[in-house]
């Protein structure tokens, strides 16, 4: 095993070495100022954690504290003037945010590493131990957490070991520390993601952590807006004794880190103590790892080689053989717009875009940014109108809700229609020969992707306007803003995305082409800007002619419906036309 484990590094090797010399000029120029970057940031991280800890621990900063205790400050009962105290806390706070970030990456690595590499067929095919393979993909996948630790963890350490004036012993303890971290949550990661390989396909585990990820995010986001609220709890001298608690004798990130502030202060039996609890639980899991590779890991290869190609029945009862789980609620919006072709084609994209979690996943974040905006404007009241404000300045306040629900349509957009036709990837030649025009083609596309304005948009203007006690007539002209608006930006968009698709994608995160992606938003926000001007700022000279406002205004809108209705024809009559052109081999 360990003659192949050399063999396969060394390979790994000579592919990093020759793809490395036989790249492009410019990738070998990024790998090299990335390099001097991750060197600066390094020694940027050591140099202020010294000099951080060097000031805290100094003479003047004790005298500071003393002083503040004598006259009266406000310091809570029990807080030690010496803050070495607390500083002795800080490498068990770093090392378990460190640990955290691991468990939560964990998964998706080593599912990414073991299973889901481009290789992995042929090493496992291979004349080669199976623990070899993974030992060779499980630490090939803890080749960026490492980097990671070394370049910005490694140096904090060992500048808050310098600024403590700690001793060799301390470096030693923390280089050991760094090398063992991951191998506790990424075993750990390993035994679960060879356990549920079994029973769940590799590719839908991968979307499934992918959302879970994606809700953290969110989560984090949800946090940080009320932080204005969360910020006198926490900001506090107290937070110094909580942060203590972390250094607890149960978790193995304080195990590490008394380890290293043992080594530190000469302390050996605490060291051979906590750091041989440390080392030992880690190659535990590790051997554990190891120990089941050569079982788990070839049964869960092997159950995602042959799954597929199963036909399931359907359990339900079905009125008619055509129509068993079709989105009548979303079809019957077009019914009466759309040709009998378009309606088929968005048939089709409603069906097949539930079935990548990570689509679902993208209708999350606007959905969460509305719910935040409502209640801001709950919590916050209505003002009152100011009778001095220019009647120009107060139309243009009551549009700010038809400006919320424009951005979050837009986003819901995005998501649910994506890059138009792009998002065929290489079965597009399925529709170039199915009989269906390329202009109703592109019709199907804009009903997925202007769905949302007719549906969340309407909702949530509505739903802001009563919040924001505005006028019925203010709340239908926001709504005929947005939906009228979003028609002219979903056409441009999918109009561009035709014109230029991008169909030989492997990636789902990189369906936009480069020119689609620059040419869209610019086209789409010239669009708003002259639309913006006609609405708001063509009623305004009503006010130098009384008698010609109501005229003003309905001019105003029926130039802006004629703007939209050329820029949505042409948008797509130019998609069209390329789509046309476009050969498919």
Same mark, same amino acid.
């Given at each position: 095993?360990?003659?192949?484990?050399?063999?396969?590094?060394?390979?790994?090797?000579?592919?990093?070495?020759?793809?490395?010399?036989?790249?492009?000029?410019?990738?070998?120029?990024?790998?090299?100022?990335?390099?001097?970057?991750?060197?600066?940031?390094?020694?940027?991280?050591?140099?202020?954690?010294?000099s951080i800890v060097r000031g805290l621990t100094s003479p003047s900063f004790a005298e500071l504290l003393a002083r503040a205790a004598r006259?009266?400050?406000?310091?809570?009962?029990?807080?030690?003037?010496?803050?070495?105290?607390?500083?002795?806390?800080?490498?068990?706070?770093?090392?378990?945010?460190?640990?955290?970030?691991?468990?939560?990456?964990?998964?998706?690595?080593?599912?990414?590493?073991?299973?889901?590499?481009?290789?992995?067929?042929?090493?496992?095919?291979?004349?080669?131990?199976?623990?070899?393979?993974?030992?060779?993909?499980?630490?090939?996948?803890?080749?960026?957490?490492?980097?990671?630790?070394?370049?910005?963890?490694?140096?904090?350490?060992?500048?808050?070991?310098?600024?403590?004036?700690?001793?060799?012993?301390?470096?030693?303890?923390?280089?050991?520390?760094?090398?063992?971290?991951?191998?506790?949550?990424?075993?750990?990661?390993?035994?679960?993601t060879m356990a549920v390989v079994r029973v769940i396909p590799a590719r839908r585990a991968r979307e499934i952590v992918g959302v879970l990820?994606?809700?953290?995010?969110?989560?984090?986001?949800?946090?940080?807006?009320?932080?204005?609220?969360?910020?006198?709890?926490?900001?506090?001298? @107290?937070? %110094?004794?909580? #942060?203590?608690?972390?250094?607890? +004798? /149960?978790?193995?990130? *304080?195990?590490? =880190?008394?380890? !290293?502030?043992?080594?530190?202060?000469?302390?050996?039996?605490?060291?051979?103590?906590?750091?041989?609890?440390?080392?030992?639980?880690?190659?535990?899991?590790?051997?554990?790892?190891?120990?089941?590779?050569?079982?788990?890991?070839?049964?869960?290869?092997?159950?995602?080689?042959?799954?597929?190609?199963?036909?399931?029945?359907?359990?339900?009862?079905?009125?008619?053989?055509?129509?068993?789980?079709?989105?009548?609620?979303?079809?019957?919006?077009?019914?009466?717009?759309?040709?009998?072709?378009?309606?088929?084609?968005?048939?089709?994209?409603?069906?097949?875009?539930? @079935?990548? %979690?990570?689509? #679902?996943?993208?209708?999350?974040? +606007? /959905?969460?940014?509305? *719910?935040?905006? =409502?209640?801001? !404007?709950?919590?916050?009241?209505?003002?009152?109108?100011?009778?001095?404000?220019?009647?120009?300045?107060?139309?243009?306040?009551?549009?700010?809700?038809?400006?919320?629900?424009?951005?979050?349509?837009?986003?819901?957009?995005?998501?649910?229609?994506?890059?138009?036709?792009?998002?065929?990837?290489?079965?597009?030649?399925?529709?170039?020969?199915?009989?269906?025009?390329?202009?109703?083609?592109?019709?199907?596309?804009?009903?997925?992707?202007?769905?949302?304005?007719?549906?969340?948009?309407?909702?949530?203007?509505?739903?802001?306007?009563?919040?924001?006690?505005?006028?019925?007539?203010?709340?239908?002209?926001?709504?005929?803003?947005?939906?009228?608006?979003?028609?002219?930006?979903? =056409?441009?968009?999918?109009?561009?995305?035709?014109?230029?698709?991008?169909?030989?994608?492997?990636?789902?995160?990189?369906?936009?082409?480069?020119?689609?992606?620059?040419?869209?938003?610019?086209?789409?926000?010239?669009?708003?800007?002259?639309?913006?001007?006609?609405?708001?700022?063509?009623?305004?000279?009503?006010?130098?002619?009384?008698?010609?406002?109501?005229?003003?205004?309905?001019?105003?809108?029926?130039?802006?419906?004629?703007?939209?209705?050329?820029?949505?024809?042409?948008?797509?009559?130019?998609?069209?036309?390329?789509?046309?052109?476009?050969?498919?081999?």
């Amino acid at each position: 095993m360990i003659h192949a484990i050399g063999v396969l590094i060394r390979t790994r090797f000579l592919i990093a070495r020759n793809s490395f010399w036989r790249g492009k000029l410019a990738n070998k120029i990024a790998i090299v100022l990335l390099a001097f970057g991750l060197c600066g940031a390094t020694y940027g991280v050591y140099w202020l954690s010294r000099s951080i800890v060097r000031g805290l621990t100094s003479p003047s900063f004790a005298e500071l504290l003393a002083r503040a205790a004598r006259e009266g400050a406000a310091l809570p009962p029990g807080f030690s003037v010496d803050f070495r105290t607390y500083l002795l806390a800080v490498p068990a706070v770093v090392l378990f945010g460190a640990l955290v970030i691991l468990v939560l990456t964990s998964f998706t690595t080593v599912l990414s590493s073991l299973y889901l590499s481009g290789d992995i067929d042929m090493l496992l095919a291979a004349p080669v131990p199976m623990r070899a393979v993974f030992v060779v993909k499980f630490f090939g996948g803890l080749l960026v957490p490492y980097l990671l630790l070394f370049f910005l963890l490694g140096p904090f350490l060992l500048g808050f070991g310098h600024g403590l004036q700690f001793g060799a012993a301390y470096f030693a303890a923390a280089i050991v520390a760094l090398l063992l971290l991951p191998l506790l949550p990424m075993g750990l990661g390993a035994l679960l993601t060879m356990a549920v390989v079994r029973v769940i396909p590799a590719r839908r585990a991968r979307e499934i952590v992918g959302v879970l990820g994606g809700l953290v995010g969110i989560a984090w986001y949800v946090f940080s807006q009320f932080s204005r609220e969360l910020a006198p709890r926490v900001s506090n001298t @107290r937070m %110094l004794d909580y #942060l203590r608690r972390f250094d607890t +004798p /149960l978790a193995p990130s *304080a195990w590490a =880190s008394r380890a !290293l502030i043992a080594a530190g202060e000469g302390r050996w039996g605490a060291l051979a103590l906590y750091g041989g609890l440390f080392v030992a639980v880690s190659a535990l899991v590790f051997g554990a790892c190891l120990l089941l590779a050569e079982r788990l890991y070839y049964a869960g290869w092997s159950n995602m080689a042959t799954q597929g190609g199963r036909v399931r029945r359907r359990v339900k009862d079905e009125r008619r053989t055509g129509e068993a789980g079709r989105p009548a609620w979303a079809l019957s919006l077009w019914a009466w717009v759309l040709p009998a072709q378009s309606r088929a084609v968005l048939e089709k994209d409603l069906r097949v875009f539930p @079935r990548d %979690l990570r689509n #679902l996943q993208q209708l999350i974040f +606007p /959905l969460v940014l509305a *719910a935040i905006w =409502s209640f801001r !404007l709950v919590s916050g009241g209505a003002s009152a109108p100011d009778p001095e404000t220019p009647a120009w300045f107060a139309s243009l306040q009551s549009f700010t809700s038809a400006g919320i629900s424009f951005y979050i349509c837009l986003v819901l957009s995005g998501a649910m229609g994506g890059a138009g036709i792009s998002r065929e990837g290489r079965g597009f030649w399925l529709l170039k020969t199915a009989p269906i025009s390329s202009m109703r083609l592109l019709l199907g596309k804009l009903a997925l992707a202007y769905l949302p304005y007719p549906t969340a948009g309407v909702l949530f203007t509505v739903a802001l306007g009563v919040l924001q006690r505005s006028s019925a007539t203010d709340i239908v002209r926001s709504l005929a803003l947005v939906l009228v608006a979003g028609l002219g930006v979903v =056409s441009i968009t999918v109009g561009i995305g035709a014109a230029f698709p991008k169909l030989n994608w492997e990636n789902p995160r990189q369906q936009n082409s480069f020119r689609a992606g620059c040419l869209a938003p610019i086209a789409y926000l010239a669009y708003i800007v002259l639309g913006l001007g006609i609405v708001l700022f063509l009623p305004v000279l009503g006010q130098f002619a009384p008698e010609f406002a109501t005229v003003l205004a309905l001019l105003a809108w029926m130039l802006f419906l004629a703007l939209t209705g050329l820029v949505a024809w042409g948008a797509l009559a130019i998609g069209a036309a390329r789509l046309d052109m476009l050969e498919v081999g």
